[in-house]
């Protein structure tokens, strides 16, 4: 492991030497080498999707898990994507002169070999990949075990380019050992590794936190809410809730929770039902709910449970203030949604929510790199320093200070 990352950190210097437009060539050719390798792509998906079945992976885990032509169309046009955007490095954010007549410029740059560790989407390998390579970083990949061959793939097809270009294959790696002690190992390399983003299950983002000496950028659980006020326009929320929760249910931007103003809730509810029994969701309910509606015990462990299926929480709440002091009790500070007319009552639950997303009559599946006009993104920031919310091309880089003088001394 140290010699593999010994080789990670001296290939960074590379980078520094390539030119924002040799950059964004190398990239349309990695998103060209997806293209020709197709095939072996979906090859190798399909030993991992039989592997899945032989281990019960769920619905949610199959759906992210699963490649097939499409698939690998959109990984190859979210690298191009990535190659259009305008580059990160080297930027002059700031600049000033001081009373002792030093110019001083604050300059962005990369942050150096970055380790993403990651669960189930094979994607996540290409898109991390291709905004390191942009940002000027080394990217040192630990995917999951279910994606083991989808992930080798799709490295050697990245690789591959690399090689034509005469540029060293670590700029981006697999690490070599993917067991739970290779990344005990990763995560406490700070000798040679700048920053770990985690992105995965509650287990994952815990474990890494609490073990790390390298500096970590969580990607937590999105518990995500929607809150339907009394002044709301109830076709657009019906519309909006399903969206969130059934548009695609496994990942992290969807609904968990969806809370209802009491002052609306016996016209509301029975609606919201109606529309997701066609959607197959199964419900679970406060006792103010079960009034009004007929659906399962919803107990505070549900409320705090990221489900990633389609399964729904339901909560009748006192009005935007009830519906706030259930997000600060049950949130994860990914994103949460307000559907209201009133402005004023939208403005208090913008001003009192601590989530990097907060939405005001729309749906929380766009908290998206791609979305956002990001291209893409190593993943959903639930840190408030450094880097929050969908984490693109910007969060992967730091600034340095470049101060020009001429013989002042202190």
Known sequence: MEQ????????????????GHEKNRILKEMANSLRANTMNLIEANAIDMMEGEKNKLSSALMDRLFLDEERIE???????????????????LDGWVTDDGLKIEKVSIPIGVI??????????????????????????????????????????ALKAVLENNDLPSSLISLIPDSSREGVA????????????IP?????????????????VVKHDKGQCHTYIDKDA????????????????????????TLLVDKAIAKETLPILKEAFDKTHTELKGCVNTQEIIEVANATDEDYDTEYLANILNLKVVEGVQGAIEHIVRFGSGHSESIITENITTAEAFLNNIDAAAVYVNASTRFTDGGAFGFGAEVGISTNKLHARGPMGIEGLT???YK???QGQIR
């Open 115 to 156: 380790g993403i560790i990651y669960e189930s989407r094979p994607n996540v390998t290409s898109d991390t990949a291709a905004l390191c390579f942009k940002s000027s970083n080394v990217c040192v990949l630990k995917g999951g075990k279910e994606a083991e061959h989808s992930n080798k793939a799709i490295a050697l």
């Open 185 to 196: 190992k990763l995560i406490k390399m700070d000798k040679y590794v700048d920053l770990i």
């Open 233 to 256: 326009n109830i076709s657009n929320a019906v519309k909006i809730a399903i969206n969130a929760k059934v548009q695609r249910p496994g990942v992290c931007n969807a609904m968990e």
């Open 74 to 92: 959109s990984m190859a046009v979210a690298i191009e994507e990535i190659a259009a955007l305008k580059e990160p490095v080297g930027r002059v």
């Open 398 to 400: 730091t600034y340095k």
């Open 403 to 405: 101060i020009y003088g």
């Open 199 to 215: 992105r995965g299950g509650a287990g994952l983002i815990k474990y890494v936190s609490e073990n790390a000496t390298v500096s």
């Open 4 to 19: 593999f990352l010994q080789e990670a950190k001296s290939s960074s210097r590379v980078l520094n030497t390539l030119s």
